[in-house]
């Protein structure tokens, strides 16, 4: 700005509007500082967001590869497991030197010696403590049975097939594994939770549903790819001809339960005619599985323990229940799967005293049926009791309960419990024609009020001429339940129908008259309701393997089974320390005295380390090994061994066999008794 020659009016004029351009420059500059703060700050939003991102996305990654790693373990350890279980002949494949079969599988002798240790326990824990009539009925079963239980016409799966290749999968499988993989890659929360819902439902749809489902997701034949079949039913159920002249059908029994059903009426007089008792039985049950898969768990011959326990309906409590009611497990009730929460730990007695179990005796049977898989080995962290939902019942049960326990292949269901009420015994009745009812005697008499029908005969014969006589019977042979629905229509509309083998008649006040009468009556006459236990016992041993299952830190990597000596398939091995005849007449003492006292025992003389001999039995799971050696020919002293401690005691060979005993009927403890009485001998060779 030139300031010569200017007035000072002008002077300051244009002061003012310098200083005003100056003011417009600040403002400039400010706003313009401003957004490049702004920026700054949008810029380091959007880094944060960028580094947020990132971290989101490793997380994902990570969760991801856990999930996977998550898998991956499970399938490496089931792997390790199945190949130690095959090697020691715990299962072999059926008919394996042919290819083998699907969904058929043979116990080797250490898998034959666990079922054969569960069953023991299992009969004395349930038939022998709680009375039992024991039976075994044959596994071929007449048309007529299985048609009156309802397995004809409902013991069905539905399958789809690969259409070109013709490989059979079950529709609900299919769909349920689809799904899985479907949600755990869903991100969206609300389709997810969508997703679920479906799952939930599983078990639900019906043929048209599963049908629109699998279209609705696009599912394809897995591996293949290729276009499925719409849904069919298929029987599960092994089909055969009783007889030569193939005009009796007879099926493979899917459940041994039917076979007590049938004998109610003889185990009820051989029982004195008392209520409650309960029936038992252990046998094979057959299912043509579809897709057997799932190793051990599905297959298509196992052995099953049913307990039919009759009752009066209208009383289900059990003399027994005390003793169970303060054991706290796992429940997991109803309420809990709809509202998507965890599993609660309840005693049994609060269980009931909520109304969460149904009755006390099948409350009773819940705990011992838990106290019998905690003793067999099962971990009771890994064991639950799931209730059924409502849609999962049949629609006579009243309850139902199944024993789960976790497994590398989810949560499987190994006893299903449920009170079925009435149902077989009705249905059985209704189609043999034979009473199927027991009597309960009243300690006094009681008065009461009950309908008295009269045939009113000369009318009756006026009428029905010649089917007087059968009109006669089928009044007579009413229920309560229908008299005082005939009394009714008497009584309003004045004529009633009457259903008979020939047809419909029609019955008026004149042909009958029905009246309420005072009675003594002496006791009462029911159907009684069933509570039935239910036990798949290969898939109990199976879960117990895995349970049982570990490698033992160290650089050989010794896989152990931790069975308990209930389950164990050898109680005791015996070693010589060297392959020499010095040691051979000790080594015989202490394999007799160990037959003497009821053990298992194996004697094993082969050549090789003491170690390696340790680990061989380790790897079948014996719980104790005795070893004979040097000092054993001084001071006729052997060692004892205890597998999972690896400790070592020195005993006398004399006793030996007694205290093996009482630890494996768990009379006695290896670390209060055995540690503490015995002196300890440090383990050289392990
Ligand atoms: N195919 C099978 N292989 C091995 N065990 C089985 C099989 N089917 C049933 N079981 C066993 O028999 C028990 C009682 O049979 P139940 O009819 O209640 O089973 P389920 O409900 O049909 O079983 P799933 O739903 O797993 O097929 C089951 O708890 C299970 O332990």
């Known amino acids: 700005?030139?300031?010569?020659?200017?007035?000072?009016?002008?002077?300051?004029a244009a002061l003012q509007a310098k200083a005003q351009e100056t003011e417009k420059q600040a403002d400039t500059v400010r706003a313009m500082k401003a957004k490049k703060e702004e920026k700054a700050v949008v810029a380091a939003a959007v880094d944060k967001l960028k580094e947020l991102k990132k971290e989101l996305a490793e997380l994902t990654k990570a969760q991801a590869a856990s999930d996977t790693a998550g898998a991956d373990n499970k399938q490496v350890f089931r792997a390790n497991l199945n190949k130690v279980l095959e090697q020691n002949l715990f299962f072999i494949p059926s008919f394996k030197i042919y290819g083998?079969?699907?969904?058929?599988?043979?116990?080797?002798?250490?898998?034959?010696?666990?079922?054969?240790n569960l069953t023991e326990f299992w009969r004395s824990h349930f038939v022998l403590e709680e009375n039992m009539l024991p039976i075994e009925c044959p596994a071929v079963t007449p048309h007529c049975v299985l048609k009156a239980s309802g397995h004809v016409d409902r013991f069905l799966d539905m399958m789809v097939h690969d259409m070109e290749t013709k490989a059979f999968f079950r529709a609900d499988h299919l769909l349920g594994d689809f799904l899985e993989k479907l949600i755990a890659a869903e991100k969206d929360a609300a389709k997810k939770h969508e997703l679920e819902l479906v799952l939930a439902r599983l078990d639900?749809?019906?043929?048209?549903?599963?049908?629109?489902?699998?279209?609705?997701?696009?599912?394809?034949?897995?591996?293949?790819?290729?276009?499925?079949?719409?849904p069919y039913p298929f029987n599960l159920m092994f089909q055969t001809q009783i007889g030569p002249a193939g005009n009796s059908i007879g099926f493979m029994r899917p459940e041994t339960a039917q076979g007590i059903f049938v004998n109610f009426k003889e185990l009820l007089y051989y029982n004195g005619n008392k209520l409650p008792f309960a029936a038992a039985q252990i046998g094979q049950s057959y299912r043509n599985e579809i897709a057997p898969r799932a190793g051990l768990l599905r297959v298509r011959e196992f052995t099953q323990f049913e307990i039919e326990h009759f009752v009066d309906p209208e009383d289900k409590s059990h003399k027994k229940f005390k003793r169970v009611a303060d054991i706290a497990f796992n429940l997991y009730p109803r309420e809990e799967q709809l509202q998507a929460k965890g599993t609660v730990k309840l005693s049994l007695g609060d269980a009931l005293s909520k109304g969460i179990i149904a009755n006390e005796t099948l409350a009773y049977f819940i705990g011992r049926t838990y106290l019998f898989l905690e003793k067999a080995g099962i971990d009771p962290e890994r064991m639950r009791f799931r209730q059924h939902l409502q849609h999962e019942m049949a629609h006579y049960a009243c309850d139902c309960w199944d024993a789960e326990i976790e497994c590398s292949y989810g949560w499987v269901e190994c006893v299903g419990l449920a009170d079925r009420s009435a149902f077989d015994l009705d249905a059985h009745s209704k189609a043999s024609k034979v009473d199927l009812t027991a009597f309960k005697k009243f300690d006094k008499p009681i008065e009461t009020e009950v309908l008295q029908l009269d045939p009113q005969m000369k009318e009756v014969g006026k009428v029905f001429k010649k089917e007087a006589g059968l009109v006669k019977d089928a009044l007579l042979a009413l229920s309560d339940e229908q008299?005082?629905?005939?009394?009714?229509?008497?009584?309003g509309a004045g004529e009633a129908e009457l259903a008979m083998e020939s047809g419909t008649v029609k019955i008026t006040p004149d042909t009958v008259?029905?009246?309420?009468?005072?009675?003594?009556?002496?006791?009462?006459t029911f159907t009684p309701g069933v509570i039935e236990p239910s036990f798949g016992i290969g898939r109990i041993i199976y879960c117990l393997y895995e349970h049982s299952f570990y490698t033992r830190p160290g650089s050989e990597q010794r896989t152990v089974f931790r069975f308990s000596p209930?389950?164990?398939?050898?109680?005791?091995?015996?070693?010589?320390?060297?392959?020499?005849?010095?040691?051979?007449?000790?080594t015989a003492q202490v394999a007799e005295a160990l037959t003497r006292a009821g053990l298992s025992r194996k004697v094993d003389e082969t050549g090789a380390s003491i170690g390696k001999r340790y680990a061989r039995t380790d790897e079948i799971g014996v719980p104790f090994a005795i070893t004979v050696d040097h000092t054993t020919l001084e001071d006729n002293t052997v060692t004892l061994r205890e597998r999972d401690s690896m400790e070592q005691v020195r005993i006398p060979l004399l006793e030996v066999a007694e205290v093996v005993r009482c630890l494996c009927?768990?009379?006695?403890?290896?670390?209060?008794?055995?540690?503490?009485?015995?002196?300890?001998?440090?383990?050289k060779e392990e």
């Open 566 to 586: 209930v389950a164990a398939p050898i109680k005791c091995t015996v070693f010589p320390l060297l392959q020499q005849q010095k040691f051979e007449e000790s």
């Open 204 to 230: 639900e749809y019906k043929q048209e549903e599963l049908g629109a489902l699998i279209k609705q997701f696009d599912i394809k034949a897995p591996e293949t790819g290729n276009a499925l079949s719409e």
């Open 1 to 12: 700005m030139a300031a010569e020659g200017m007035t000072p009016e002008e002077l300051e």
């Open 100 to 116: 083998g079969v699907g969904g058929l599988y043979d116990y080797g002798p250490t898998g034959a010696a666990v079922k054969s």
């Open 483 to 491: 008299k005082t629905t005939m009394q009714a229509q008497l009584e």
């Open 665 to 683: 009927e768990q009379h006695i403890s290896w670390k209060d008794d055995v540690m503490s009485k015995y002196p300890r001998q440090e383990a």
């Open 513 to 524: 008259k029905i009246k309420t009468v005072k009675k003594k009556i002496s006791g009462k």
